[in-house]
C-alpha cells in the first residue's frame, strides 16, 4: 500500500506541471493530484483541506517563483499549521543547479529531500521509498 | 522504596510516546509505562495493568479520547486522565473535559507533563481520603464556632491593651455610642459623656478645628479615610488622637452609621516633631557653617556641599554634584593616604593637607571626616574642610619674623662689641645699665666696673654741672646729638668725648653714644682695617686683577687668578709684551694705549680672547668680562692702569650651546607638522609649537598661551574627555586616539592624538599631548574598505546572476527533456503527442528568449565605453511616447513632464532611451484599472549630479520586503501581468554603466517612484 493518498505541486511553470500531471496519473493512478500555479492559491486549499488529516500528503514546492519563493511558501505553512509535519512531507522541486538550494533544503527539517526538474519514474519511486521508511511501528518503553 | 507509577499511554505514532516518556525522565519522575492504541489493548490494560493515570493522544486510527472516557466511566473506574493534544482546538479540549479529563497538555508544550502528571495523581488521591472526612467535618465545625466567639472576646481584650477606643454614630437617630477606652483617651467618665458627638468636637484643639472639619467633609465621600488631630482633655493637657472612620451606606448611598476607631499617637507625633527639629537644626548648620561642608558617598560622588565649602572651592553647588572627591584631593600629597587609611579603620579622621579647586590650584586645609549612615541607612561621608593656607602662611611669617629679630639681635650684639664708640644706657638715677666693650680702650675701665656705676662719677668735676643740665633736657624729650665733656680716665688722665643721647620714656633709659674726640685712635684702627680690606680683597676677590705701570705696562701687582687666568708665574716687573706677546695682535695693546692716553675706564663683557695658558705655545679661546681702570699719581696724571678680568667662558660656552640645542629643536618642533603641547602637573600649558597653534586657531579661533588652563581651551564636551585622559596619564597610562573633525578650514580632518606622560625621576609631572594629521591615512584606509565593500558586492551580484540564469537556462531545458521522454513512448495518442510536442515548442522559445536576454545583458556590460550626445529629456520622453502610443491611448495613461530645473545631458542616447522606455512600460504595465493612471517624470540638479524622478500612482509593492530584489533578473511580483523580470535589471545595468545609480520606494495600491541619480 502506498504511504501516500495525495500529491500536490506547486509551481508557476505551466509546462512542468502538465509533465507531472501525466507521469503521476499514469504511475499513481490511485493518488489524488492537484497542480498550483498560484502559491497564495495554494496555502489557501491546504488550509481548508486541513479537515481531512487522516490522508497524507506529498507536495512538490518549486522554489522560484514570482510572488513568493518556496522558501516563503514553506514558512506561511510552518506558521499556519504548527505540526503539518504530521500530514504533509514536502519536497523541494527545482530545475536550480545552484548548490545552495540543495544545502538549504537538507538543513530544513521541514524539507524531506530536493528533487530536480523533470519528475520521472525514478524520481517518484524515490518519493515512495522515503515516505515508507519514515513510518514505524508503535513500542513498550519503560 | 516507593512504588512507580503505572501510566497507561494511549498512543499510535511511535515518536511521540518516547518523547513523553524522555520528558517524565528528564523530571526524575519514576514510572512504568505502557503504550497501547486500540480500545482492545485498553479495556485489557484497564483490568490488568490498573494504571494510576491514563495519558491519552486525541486521536488514533483505532481510538479516541472520548471513547476511552466512555470507557472509563463504564467501568466506573475512577483513574485520572490526561488529554495530549497536537493542536490547541478550544472545542475539542472542551468537549473532552466534560467528558471526565483531568488536565490537557499540547505537545509542543510537554515541560509542562511531569507537574500535570504528579498534580492529578495526587488529586485523585485526596479526593478518596476526603469521602472519609465528611463525618468528622460536622463536630469540627462546632468546635470554630466555639473557638471564633473566643477570639472576638480577646481582640476585645487586645484593643484595650492597644489603646483603640471604638465608637459609632447612627445617623438616622442621631446617637452617638463611645467604649470605655474612647472616654478614658478623651479623659472624661461615663457618668460626664451626655451622649452627642458634639461633646467630642468641642475638645478638638481650636488650632486644628478648621483642618479638622476640612477633613471630615471631605471624607464623607469616602469609605474610610483617616484623621489625626489634637485634643485638649479637661486637665487642659494637649493630646494627638488618630482616626480611623469608616461609613456603612445604604442601599441609597446614603452613610447609616459611622464607625470609628480613636488611639492615643501623642509620643509618636512628638518623636516625630523632634526628629523634624533636629533635621531643621542640622540644615541650619550644614548651610551656615563657616566650614565648608561635603557630604559623598562609598563611591566618591559628591552629593552635597554647604555653602562655605562652595566659596572654599570656588565652585558653584552644580559643578560639585558633577565631581567626585577624587577631584577634591590631590593624590600627589604624601599626607593624604594616612588620613584615608585612618578613616577606614577608625570610620573617623582629621587632617592637613593639600585639596584642589576647580580651577586647579591648591590651598592647605584642614579637613575632618566621618562615615555615617543616614536615615534611610544609606552610606555617606562627610569631609569639614577649613582653609588653612592663611593660617600657615602667618605661621612661616612668624618664623621668619623671629628669625630675622634673632639675626638683628646678634648684630646689635656685634655692633655692640665692635664699635669704637661707647654705647651705653643709663636708668633714670644715672647709673650705667648697659655698656659696651670700648670703654676699656677709650676709658681703660672695663664694663664690669662700670655697671651701676653713677656715670657722673667719672665725668670731670668742671664738667658735671652742664652734664647735669643736658641729661634733664634729654630726659624731657630733647634728644641731643653733639654734647661734649670731658670724662676722667682710670690713669687719672681725661678724655674729650662727644655723645649724642636719646630718653626712652617706656623703657625709662636713657641710649647713649660717647664717641672720643681725639679721633686719634679711631684713625688708627680705621686705616688697619681699610689695608687688611684691601689686601683680602685684592687677593681673595674672585675676579683676576693685575696693576699696569708705565707707557709699557709692566706688571705691578697680579692675584693669583690673574695667574691662573694667564697661565704664568714671575710676571712682576716684566712688560706686558713681554709675558703676553699674543694680545698685542689681537688689538689690546691699543685698547690700553686709549685708556692710558684719554684716563677713560674701558669696560667690554664677553669679550673674545686668545692666550697661550696651558704651558705651551697652544692658544685657547676664552671669554672674559674686562674692565681697564686707570690710575693716577699726585699730580692728576695717568700713572697706570688696574685690570680687572672674570672668566665667562664656561658660562657663555654653556649658554652657546644650549642656545644652539633648543634653536635645533625649536626648528624641529616648528617645522614639523605634528603639533605638540607640553602640560605641567595643574594641567596648565607650558609649552606648544607653531602647529598646535595653528590647529588650536582653526578648530577653536583662539591662540594658545603659556599659562593657560589647557581644558579651558576646549569646548565643554571635549573638556571632560580631556580632562579624564589627562588623569589617566598622570596615573602613568599612554593614551592613543583617532579624532574626526567634520570641518577644519572648511576640510573634514582626521587627527591622531597622543598623550603621553613627562616623567622626572618617576614622578609624573606633566603631559605632553601631540597631535598628527592622519587624514590621508585615514582615506586611503576608508577608500580600502569602500572598494572592498564594492568588490564583495559585485562578487554577490555576479553569484546572483550566474544563479538566476543557471536556473532560467535549465527550466526550460528540464521540460523539453520531461516532455520528450514521455513523446517517447509508443503507445500516446495523438491528443497527448500534441499536449507534449506543444509544451517542447513553449519551452524552445522560453530558452531563445532566455539567450536573447542574456545578449542583450552582456551587450551592455561588454559596451562600456559609447559615444555620448547631449540628449534633451523632452524630446526622447516625446519619442516614446510616440513609438507606444497607442497602448497609452488603450490605458488612458497620462505622462507629467517637469525638467525646468535642467533640460537635458550628456549621456549615451541609447542607454537612456531604454531607461526612460522600460520605466515607462513598467509604469503602464503595473497600472491600476480603478483608477486614471498617471506617471509624471521631473528632472532636478543636486550639486554635480543629475536626478531624474519616475513617479507613478499604479499598482506598487511592499517595498520594505522586496526592495533588494526589485531590480534582479527574472524577479517578478505579480502573477497576474505578463513580465519576464528583466526590465528593472536592465534599467539598474545601464544607470551604473552611465556611473549613476538607481533607488525605489513604493507602497502596495498607492504607487511607485523610481529616483536615478548620475
Given at each position: 500500500?502506498?504511504?501516500?493518498?495525495?500529491?500536490?505541486?506547486?509551481?508557476?511553470?505551466?509546462?512542468?506541471?502538465?509533465?507531472?500531471?501525466?507521469?503521476?496519473?499514469?504511475?499513481?493512478?490511485?493518488?489524488?493530484?492537484?497542480?498550483?500555479?498560484n502559491?497564495?492559491?495554494?496555502?489557501?486549499?491546504?488550509?481548508q483541506?486541513?479537515h481531512?488529516?487522516?490522508?497524507?500528503?506529498?507536495?512538490?514546492?518549486?522554489?522560484n517563483?514570482p510572488?513568493?519563493?518556496?522558501?516563503?511558501?514553506?514558512?506561511?505553512?510552518?506558521?499556519?499549521?504548527?505540526?503539518?509535519?504530521?500530514?504533509?512531507?514536502?519536497?523541494?522541486?527545482?530545475?536550480?543547479?545552484?548548490?545552495?538550494?540543495?544545502?538549504?533544503?537538507?538543513?530544513?527539517?521541514?524539507?524531506?529531500?530536493?528533487?530536480?526538474?523533470?519528475?520521472?519514474?525514478?524520481?517518484?519511486?524515490?518519493?515512495?521509498d522515503?515516505?515508507?521508511?519514515?513510518?514505524?511501528?508503535?513500542?513498550?518503553a519503560? | 522504596?516507593?512504588?512507580?507509577?503505572?501510566?497507561?499511554?494511549?498512543?499510535?505514532?511511535?515518536?511521540?510516546?518516547?518523547?513523553?516518556?524522555?520528558?517524565?525522565?528528564?523530571?526524575?519522575?519514576?514510572?512504568?509505562i505502557?503504550?497501547?492504541?486500540?480500545?482492545?489493548?485498553?479495556?485489557?490494560?484497564?483490568?490488568?495493568?490498573?494504571?494510576?493515570?491514563?495519558?491519552?493522544?486525541?486521536?488514533?486510527?483505532?481510538?479516541?479520547?472520548i471513547?476511552?472516557?466512555?470507557v472509563?466511566?463504564?467501568?466506573?473506574?475512577?483513574?485520572?486522565f490526561i488529554?495530549?493534544?497536537?493542536?490547541?482546538?478550544?472545542?475539542?479540549?472542551?468537549?473532552?473535559?466534560?467528558?471526565?479529563?483531568?488536565?490537557?497538555?499540547?505537545?509542543d508544550?510537554?515541560?509542562?507533563?511531569?507537574?500535570?502528571?504528579?498534580?492529578?495523581?495526587?488529586?485523585?488521591?485526596?479526593?478518596?481520603?476526603?469521602?472519609?472526612?465528611?463525618?468528622?467535618?460536622?463536630?469540627?465545625?462546632?468546635?470554630?464556632?466555639?473557638?471564633?466567639?473566643?477570639?472576638?472576646?480577646k481582640?476585645?481584650?487586645?484593643?484595650?491593651?492597644?489603646?483603640?477606643?471604638?465608637?459609632?454614630?447612627?445617623?438616622?437617630?442621631?446617637?452617638?455610642?463611645?467604649d470605655?477606652?474612647?472616654?478614658?483617651?478623651?479623659?472624661?467618665?461615663?457618668?460626664?459623656?451626655?451622649?452627642?458627638?458634639?461633646?467630642?468636637?468641642k475638645?478638638?484643639?481650636?488650632?486644628?478645628?478648621?483642618?479638622?472639619?476640612?477633613?471630615v467633609?471631605?471624607?464623607?465621600?469616602?469609605?474610610?479615610?483617616?484623621?489625626?488631630?489634637r485634643?485638649?482633655?479637661?486637665?487642659?493637657?494637649?493630646?494627638?488622637?488618630?482616626?480611623?472612620?469608616?461609613?456603612?451606606?445604604?442601599?441609597?448611598?446614603?452613610?447609616?452609621?459611622?464607625?470609628?476607631?480613636?488611639?492615643?499617637?501623642?509620643?509618636?507625633?512628638l518623636?516625630e516633631?523632634?526628629?523634624?527639629?533636629?533635621?531643621?537644626?542640622?540644615?541650619?548648620?550644614?548651610?551656615?557653617?563657616?566650614?565648608?561642608?561635603?557630604?559623598?558617598?562609598?563611591?566618591?560622588?559628591?552629593?552635597?556641599?554647604?555653602?562655605?565649602?562652595?566659596?572654599?572651592?570656588?565652585m558653584?553647588e552644580?559643578?560639585?554634584?558633577?565631581?567626585?572627591?577624587?577631584?577634591?584631593?590631590?593624590y600627589?600629597?604624601?599626607?593624604?593616604?594616612p588620613?584615608?587609611d585612618?578613616?577606614?579603620?577608625?570610620?573617623?579622621?582629621?587632617?592637613?593637607?593639600r585639596?584642589?579647586?576647580?580651577?586647579?590650584?591648591?590651598?592647605?586645609?584642614?579637613?575632618?571626616?566621618?562615615?555615617?549612615?543616614?536615615?534611610?541607612?544609606?552610606?555617606?561621608?562627610?569631609?569639614?574642610?577649613?582653609?588653612?593656607?592663611t593660617?600657615?602662611?602667618?605661621?612661616q611669617?612668624?618664623?621668619?619674623?623671629?628669625?630675622?629679630?634673632?639675626?638683628?639681635?646678634?648684630d646689635?650684639?656685634?655692633?655692640?662689641?665692635?664699635?669704637?664708640?661707647?654705647?651705653?644706657?643709663?636708668?633714670?638715677?644715672?647709673n650705667?645699665?648697659?655698656?659696651?666693650?670700648?670703654?676699656?680702650?677709650i676709658?681703660?675701665?672695663?664694663?664690669?666696673?662700670?655697671?651701676?656705676k653713677?656715670y657722673?662719677?667719672f665725668?670731670?668735676?668742671?664738667d658735671?654741672e652742664?652734664?647735669?643740665q643736658?641729661?634733664?633736657?634729654?630726659?624731657?624729650?630733647?634728644p641731643v646729638?653733639?654734647?661734649?665733656?670731658?670724662?676722667?680716665?682710670?690713669?687719672?688722665?681725661?678724655?674729650?668725648?662727644?655723645?649724642?643721647?636719646?630718653?626712652?620714656?617706656?623703657?625709662?633709659?636713657?641710649?647713649?653714644?660717647?664717641?672720643?674726640?681725639?679721633?686719634?685712635?679711631?684713625?688708627?684702627?680705621?686705616f688697619?682695617?681699610?689695608?687688611?680690606?684691601?689686601?683680602?680683597?685684592?687677593?681673595?676677590?674672585?675676579?683676576?686683577?693685575?696693576?699696569?705701570k708705565?707707557?709699557?705696562?709692566?706688571?705691578?701687582?697680579?692675584?693669583?687668578?690673574?695667574?691662573?687666568?694667564?697661565?704664568?708665574?714671575?710676571?712682576?716687573?716684566?712688560?706686558?709684551?713681554?709675558?703676553?706677546?699674543?694680545?698685542?695682535?689681537?688689538?689690546?695693546?691699543?685698547?690700553?694705549?686709549?685708556?692710558f692716553?684719554?684716563g677713560?675706564?674701558?669696560q667690554?663683557?664677553?669679550?673674545?680672547?686668545?692666550?697661550?695658558?696651558?704651558?705651551?705655545?697652544?692658544?685657547?679661546?676664552?671669554?672674559?668680562?674686562?674692565?681697564?681702570?686707570?690710575?693716577?699719581?699726585?699730580?692728576?696724571?695717568?700713572?697706570?692702569?688696574?685690570?680687572?678680568?672674570?672668566?665667562?667662558?664656561?658660562r657663555?660656552?654653556?649658554?652657546?650651546?644650549?642656545?644652539?640645542?633648543?634653536?635645533?629643536?625649536?626648528?624641529?618642533?616648528?617645522?614639523?607638522?605634528?603639533?605638540?603641547?607640553?602640560?605641567?602637573?595643574?594641567?596648565?600649558?607650558?609649552?606648544?609649537?607653531?602647529?598646535?597653534?595653528?590647529?588650536?586657531?582653526?578648530?577653536?579661533?583662539?591662540?594658545?598661551?603659556?599659562?593657560?588652563?589647557y581644558?579651558?581651551?576646549?569646548?565643554n564636551?571635549?573638556?571632560?574627555e580631556?580632562?579624564?585622559?589627562?588623569?589617566?596619564v598622570?596615573?602613568?597610562?599612554?593614551?592613543?586616539?583617532?579624532?574626526?573633525?567634520?570641518?577644519?578650514?572648511?576640510?573634514?580632518?582626521?587627527?591622531?592624538?597622543?598623550?603621553?606622560?613627562?616623567?622626572?625621576?618617576?614622578?609624573?609631572?606633566?603631559?605632553?599631548?601631540?597631535?598628527?594629521?592622519?587624514?590621508?591615512?585615514?582615506?586611503?584606509?576608508?577608500?580600502?574598505?569602500?572598494?572592498?565593500?564594492?568588490?564583495?558586492?559585485?562578487?554577490?551580484?555576479?553569484?546572483q546572476?550566474?544563479?538566476?540564469?543557471?536556473?532560467?537556462?535549465?527550466?526550460?531545458?528540464?521540460?523539453?527533456s520531461?516532455?520528450?521522454?514521455?513523446?517517447?513512448?509508443?503507445?500516446?495518442d495523438?491528443?497527448?503527442?500534441e499536449l507534449?510536442?506543444?509544451?517542447?515548442?513553449?519551452?524552445?522559445?522560453?530558452?531563445?528568449?532566455?539567450?536573447?536576454?542574456?545578449?542583450?545583458?552582456?551587450?551592455?556590460?561588454?559596451?562600456q565605453?559609447?559615444?555620448?550626445?547631449?540628449?534633451q529629456?523632452?524630446?526622447?520622453?516625446?519619442?516614446?511616447?510616440?513609438?507606444?502610443?497607442?497602448?497609452?491611448?488603450?490605458?488612458?495613461?497620462?505622462?507629467?513632464?517637469?525638467?525646468?530645473?535642467?533640460?537635458?545631458i550628456?549621456?549615451?542616447?541609447?542607454y537612456?532611451?531604454?531607461?526612460?522606455?522600460?520605466?515607462?512600460?513598467?509604469?503602464?504595465?503595473?497600472?491600476?484599472?480603478?483608477?486614471?493612471?498617471?506617471?509624471?517624470?521631473?528632472?532636478?540638479?543636486i550639486g554635480n549630479?543629475?536626478?531624474?524622478?519616475?513617479?507613478?500612482?499604479?499598482?506598487?509593492?511592499?517595498?520594505?520586503?522586496?526592495?533588494?530584489?526589485?531590480?534582479?533578473?527574472?524577479k517578478?511580483?505579480?502573477?497576474n501581468?505578463?513580465?519576464?523580470?528583466?526590465?528593472?535589471?536592465?534599467?539598474?545595468?545601464?544607470?551604473?554603466?552611465?556611473?549613476?545609480?538607481?533607488e525605489?520606494i513604493?507602497?502596495?495600491?498607492?504607487?511607485?517612484?523610481?529616483?536615478?541619480?548620475?
Amino acid at each position: 500500500m502506498l504511504p501516500f493518498k495525495k500529491i500536490i505541486i506547486i509551481d508557476d511553470d505551466k509546462t512542468v506541471n502538465l509533465i507531472c500531471s501525466y507521469i503521476i496519473k499514469k504511475h499513481l493512478p490511485d493518488v489524488l493530484f492537484e497542480a498550483f500555479t498560484n502559491p497564495e492559491e495554494a496555502l489557501k486549499s491546504i488550509k481548508q483541506g486541513i479537515h481531512n488529516a487522516a490522508v497524507t500528503t506529498v507536495i512538490l514546492l518549486d522554489i522560484n517563483m514570482p510572488t513568493l519563493t518556496g522558501w516563503e511558501v514553506l514558512e506561511h505553512l510552518r506558521k499556519m499549521l504548527p505540526n503539518f509535519n504530521e500530514h504533509f512531507s514536502v519536497y523541494m522541486f527545482s530545475s536550480s543547479i545552484y548548490y545552495r538550494d540543495r544545502e538549504q533544503s537538507q538543513a530544513n527539517p521541514l524539507v524531506t529531500d530536493f528533487i530536480d526538474k523533470p519528475l520521472t519514474i525514478d524520481k517518484l519511486d524515490r518519493i515512495i521509498d522515503a515516505e515508507n521508511s519514515k513510518r514505524t511501528a508503535p513500542t513498550i518503553a519503560t | 522504596m516507593k512504588k512507580p507509577y503505572k501510566i497507561l499511554h494511549l498512543e499510535d505514532v511511535q515518536t511521540d510516546s518516547e518523547q513523553v516518556a524522555f520528558e517524565l525522565k528528564k523530571n526524575n519522575i519514576y514510572f512504568e509505562i505502557l503504550v497501547i492504541d486500540s480500545l482492545v489493548a485498553y479495556e485489557d490494560a484497564l483490568d490488568n495493568f490498573k494504571p494510576a493515570i491514563i495519558l491519552c493522544s486525541h486521536s488514533m486510527p483505532a481510538l479516541n479520547s472520548i471513547k476511552a472516557l466512555e470507557v472509563l466511566k463504564e467501568k466506573k473506574l475512577e483513574i485520572p486522565f490526561i488529554l495530549i493534544t497536537s493542536i490547541l482546538n478550544e472545542e475539542i479540549v472542551m468537549s473532552v473535559i466534560k467528558k471526565g479529563a483531568d488536565d490537557y497538555i499540547i505537545k509542543d508544550r510537554l515541560m509542562r507533563l511531569p507537574f500535570a502528571l504528579v498534580n492529578s495523581i495526587e488529586k485523585a488521591t485526596h479526593k478518596k481520603d476526603r469521602k472519609k472526612m465528611d463525618v468528622a467535618a460536622f463536630e469540627k465545625e462546632v468546635s470554630i464556632k466555639k473557638d471564633l466567639k473566643m477570639l472576638s472576646e480577646k481582640l476585645k481584650l487586645a484593643s484595650k491593651i492597644v489603646g483603640l477606643g471604638v465608637w459609632e454614630y447612627n445617623v438616622a437617630d442621631g446617637i452617638f455610642t463611645a467604649d470605655d477606652t474612647i472616654l478614658q483617651l478623651n479623659g472624661v467618665t461615663r457618668n460626664a459623656f451626655n451622649g452627642s458627638q458634639l461633646f467630642f468636637i468641642k475638645m478638638v484643639h481650636p488650632d486644628d478645628l478648621e483642618t479638622f472639619k476640612k477633613e471630615v467633609a471631605e471624607g464623607a465621600a469616602k469609605e474610610i479615610y483617616i484623621i489625626t488631630f489634637r485634643i485638649i482633655l479637661p486637665d487642659k493637657s494637649i493630646r494627638w488622637l488618630k482616626s480611623v472612620i469608616k461609613h456603612q451606606r445604604n442601599k441609597g448611598g446614603q452613610i447609616d452609621r459611622i464607625i470609628g476607631t480613636s488611639q492615643d499617637v501623642t509620643e509618636h507625633k512628638l518623636r516625630e516633631l523632634a526628629i523634624k527639629e533636629s533635621d531643621e537644626k542640622y540644615r541650619s548648620f550644614f548651610e551656615n557653617s563657616m566650614d565648608g561642608i561635603v557630604l559623598t558617598i562609598p563611591n566618591g560622588t559628591v552629593v552635597a556641599a554647604n555653602p562655605a565649602a562652595q566659596v572654599i572651592f570656588k565652585m558653584s553647588e552644580k559643578e560639585f554634584c558633577n565631581c567626585t572627591r577624587y577631584d577634591l584631593f590631590d593624590y600627589h600629597d604624601q599626607r593624604l593616604q594616612p588620613f584615608l587609611d585612618e578613616r577606614n579603620k577608625n570610620g573617623r579622621a582629621t587632617g592637613e593637607f593639600r585639596l584642589l579647586r576647580h580651577d586647579g590650584t591648591s590651598f592647605e586645609a584642614g579637613v575632618s571626616s566621618a562615615i555615617f549612615s543616614d536615615a534611610n541607612d544609606y552610606q555617606q561621608s562627610s569631609l569639614i574642610i577649613r582653609d588653612i593656607s592663611t593660617r600657615i602662611q602667618a605661621q612661616q611669617l612668624i618664623l621668619q619674623t623671629s628669625t630675622a629679630l634673632q639675626n638683628a639681635l646678634e648684630d646689635v650684639k656685634k655692633i655692640l662689641s665692635s664699635s669704637l664708640d661707647i654705647i651705653c644706657t643709663l636708668n633714670d638715677s644715672g647709673n650705667f645699665v648697659t655698656i659696651s666693650s670700648a670703654c676699656k680702650q677709650i676709658w681703660q675701665y672695663s664694663p664690669l666696673e662700670l655697671v651701676e656705676k653713677n656715670y657722673l662719677n667719672f665725668v670731670h668735676p668742671d664738667d658735671v654741672e652742664k652734664t647735669i643740665q643736658m641729661k634733664d633736657s634729654v630726659k624731657n624729650g630733647n634728644p641731643v646729638t653733639i654734647f661734649q665733656n670731658r670724662v676722667i680716665r682710670k690713669d687719672g688722665e681725661e678724655v674729650p668725648m662727644l655723645w649724642s643721647a636719646r630718653w626712652d620714656q617706656s623703657a625709662e633709659l636713657m641710649y647713649c653714644i660717647a664717641k672720643d674726640a681725639t679721633d686719634k685712635v679711631r684713625f688708627e684702627k680705621a686705616f688697619e682695617y681699610e689695608r687688611q680690606r684691601f689686601k683680602e680683597m685684592f687677593h681673595q676677590a674672585p675676579s683676576s686683577i693685575a696693576a699696569l705701570k708705565g707707557k709699557d705696562y709692566r706688571f705691578e701687582l697680579a692675584n693669583n687668578n690673574y695667574l691662573q687666568l694667564i697661565g704664568k708665574t714671575n710676571i712682576i716687573g716684566k712688560t706686558l709684551k713681554e709675558v703676553l706677546p699674543e694680545v698685542e695682535a689681537q688689538g689690546f695693546i691699543k685698547i690700553l694705549d686709549a685708556v692710558f692716553e684719554t684716563g677713560n675706564v674701558y669696560q667690554a663683557n664677553e669679550m673674545h680672547i686668545q692666550l697661550a695658558n696651558g704651558g705651551n705655545d697652544l692658544l685657547s679661546d676664552l671669554y672674559l668680562n674686562f674692565i681697564f681702570q686707570p690710575y693716577r699719581n699726585q699730580n692728576c696724571d695717568v700713572e697706570g692702569i688696574f685690570i680687572f678680568a672674570n672668566d665667562v667662558s664656561e658660562r657663555v660656552m654653556a649658554r652657546r650651546k644650549a642656545l644652539t640645542e633648543t634653536a635645533n629643536l625649536q626648528s624641529i618642533l616648528n617645522n614639523t607638522d605634528i603639533s605638540y603641547i607640553l602640560l605641567d602637573k595643574h594641567i596648565k600649558i607650558v609649552a606648544f609649537n607653531r602647529k598646535a597653534n595653528e590647529n588650536m586657531l582653526a578648530v577653536y579661533g583662539t591662540n594658545l598661551e603659556n599659562g593657560q588652563y589647557y581644558p579651558d581651551r576646549l569646548d565643554n564636551e571635549t573638556k571632560q574627555e580631556a580632562k579624564g585622559s589627562i588623569q589617566k596619564v598622570f596615573a602613568g597610562q599612554i593614551i592613543s586616539s583617532e579624532v574626526y573633525f567634520p570641518s577644519i578650514n572648511g576640510q573634514p580632518r582626521w587627527y591622531l592624538y597622543k598623550m603621553n606622560p613627562i616623567s622626572i625621576e618617576n614622578n609624573v609631572s606633566g603631559v605632553c599631548i601631540s597631535a598628527e594629521d592622519i587624514t590621508t591615512k585615514k582615506e586611503a584606509e576608508i577608500e580600502r574598505e569602500q572598494i572592498t565593500s564594492d568588490l564583495l558586492q559585485r562578487n554577490n551580484d555576479l553569484e546572483q546572476f550566474n544563479y538566476i540564469v543557471s536556473h532560467n537556462l535549465r527550466a526550460p531545458v528540464a521540460n523539453i527533456s520531461g516532455a520528450v521522454s514521455i513523446l517517447n513512448n509508443k503507445d500516446l495518442d495523438s491528443q497527448t503527442k500534441e499536449l507534449f510536442w506543444n509544451a517542447v515548442s513553449i519551452s524552445v522559445n522560453r530558452l531563445d528568449n532566455v539567450i536573447q536576454d542574456l545578449n542583450t545583458i552582456l551587450e551592455i556590460k561588454t559596451k562600456q565605453h559609447q559615444q555620448k550626445e547631449y540628449v534633451q529629456f523632452i524630446k526622447l520622453t516625446q519619442n516614446i511616447k510616440d513609438s507606444i502610443a497607442k497602448s497609452l491611448d488603450e490605458a488612458g495613461f497620462t505622462i507629467l513632464t517637469s525638467f525646468d530645473e535642467i533640460e537635458g545631458i550628456d549621456t549615451v542616447k541609447g542607454y537612456l532611451y531604454s531607461i526612460f522606455y522600460n520605466l515607462i512600460i513598467n509604469s503602464l504595465k503595473y497600472r491600476r484599472h480603478n483608477i486614471a493612471p498617471v506617471l509624471s517624470i521631473t528632472s532636478r540638479k543636486i550639486g554635480n549630479s543629475v536626478q531624474i524622478i519616475f513617479s507613478d500612482n499604479g499598482l506598487g509593492f511592499n517595498a520594505e520586503k522586496k526592495k533588494d530584489q526589485v531590480f534582479k533578473l527574472y524577479k517578478r511580483f505579480h502573477n497576474n501581468i505578463e513580465g519576464k523580470g528583466i526590465g528593472l535589471f536592465i534599467v539598474k545595468t545601464q544607470v551604473e554603466t552611465l556611473g549613476g545609480h538607481i533607488e525605489v520606494i513604493s507602497r502596495e495600491q498607492e504607487g511607485t517612484t523610481f529616483t536615478i541619480t548620475i
